[in-house]
């Protein structure tokens, strides 16, 4: 069975390259395609796939870089992608992924949508707000016609999955369609043989862009002043840098193995952002550790108030400080936060997802058992 699998880009090893890595388990004789592709920063797996990568990047290895500046450009690269023949089409989208043109058009597609397009819809100012950047200045030209874009292209998805109830209600607002909720996976087994030996700082493991708000928390533990260590990298590292008082400690980049020792040893994880799932409040459970949340978005389907992590009401420093202050690490149970989190566990993901191909695409369940042989 020939299957494509399309990703909008692949340079880090984030939620969404995650989930790419269950249906490339899954299919491991497919055809990945994507805009970006920088080998070093994805994991084993990912690389051992057939990848297909624009032409565009191939030939411009400077836009691998600078690949938010193409936003404005990004639908007719997918676009240009030809896909033919397959018989199935699985989209991992959270930009133009799922706007991939598949030939031919019956061709069975399945969008796993992460969310839609928060660059030019809720979170456009969080990206685009500050008048100084370039970027800022040029993207009113462009949002009319990638609002327009994205909502035309949803027609071209057969099937739409999403990881939590937030992101439904939004795919039901933007596109007018209903989709599957089918919650993102945490590998558990990384997280199974750590022993929970709390020490005295709290951790945030997040992508640092604008709507994380790290801002928020850097602040409110200048305040603190207890040790905060900040696994992860992005575009605004340089500015939280500027931003951070001494007892702040930026991280960057950390390994598999570096993650799950910081889990295991952190007071608490601090999870400041209003996001559509949040896969790091699940990562801190399978490793026994408790969340300090920000009450709004995916994190109200993930953590279980007094049971796995504790919630603050706005996204201010005051709130956060209050949290903090009022977190007490004894009162939550290892086991209990690790048996929540099994019940994201990878296997759990891959058997939904397998019974959803074979239910909607009547395609064999790629997760099932094989026949003993005779």
Not at 14 to 36: I, S
Not at 42 to 61: D, F, G, N, T, Y
Not at 226 to 234: E, N, Q, R, S, Y
């Amino acid at each position: 069975m020939r299957v494509a699998l399309i990703h909008d880009w692949l340079n880090g090893m984030r939620g969404g390259e995650k989930v790419l890595e269950v249906f490339c388990e899954l299919y491991p004789l497919a055809d990945v395609y994507t805009l970006f592709y920088e080998p070093q920063k994805v994991s084993p797996l990912i690389r051992s796939m057939r990848i297909h990568e624009h032409p565009l990047a191939k030939r411009l290895a400077v836009t691998r870089r600078h690949y938010r500046y193409l936003l404005p450009f990004m639908p007719r690269m997918i676009e240009s992608f030809k896909i033919k023949n397959y018989d199935l089409v699985i989209s991992t989208s959270h930009c133009v992924a799922k706007g991939i043109v598949a030939q031919p058009p019956e061709t069975p597609h399945i969008c796993y949508c992460f969310t839609p397009m928060r660059y030019i819809w809720d979170k456009y100012d969080d990206y685009f707000g500050n008048k100084w950047k370039l970027s800022s200045w040029m993207m009113p030209m462009f949002r009319k016609g990638l609002q327009e874009w994205d909502v035309e292209t949803a027609v071209r998805v057969g099937h739409f999955v999403t990881t939590s109830n937030y992101v439904r209600d939004r795919i039901r607002e933007h596109y007018l369609r209903e989709a599957l909720v089918v919650p993102a996976p945490v590998d558990c087994d990384r997280f199974a043989d750590t022993e929970r030996l709390p020490e005295d700082f709290f951790l945030i493991v997040s992508a640092l862009e604008p709507y994380k708000r790290i801002d928020v928390a850097i602040d409110a533990f200048r305040e603190l002043r207890w040790p905060l260590k900040i696994a992860g990298t992005g575009s605004q590292m340089r500015r939280l840098k500027r931003r951070a008082p001494r007892n702040v400690e930026f991280l960057g980049w950390v390994s598999d193995e570096e993650l799950a020792s910081l889990y295991s040893r952190a007071r608490a994880v601090v999870f400041p952002a209003d996001e559509d799932f949040g896969i790091v409040p699940l990562e801190a459970a399978a490793s026994g550790c408790p969340v300090i949340a920000y009450r709004h978005g995916g994190a109200l389907e993930t953590v279980i108030e007094g049971k796995t992590g504790i919630f603050f009401d706005e996204q201010t420093p005051a709130a956060l400080i209050e949290a903090v202050r009022d977190f007490a690490e004894e009162k939550f149970d290892n086991e209990e936060l690790r048996a929540h989190a099994r019940l994201y566990d990878r296997p759990v993901f891959k058997q939904r997802v397998g019974d959803l191909i074979r239910d909607v695409a009547r395609l064999p369940n790629p997760a099932a058992p094989e026949p003993p042989a005779e």
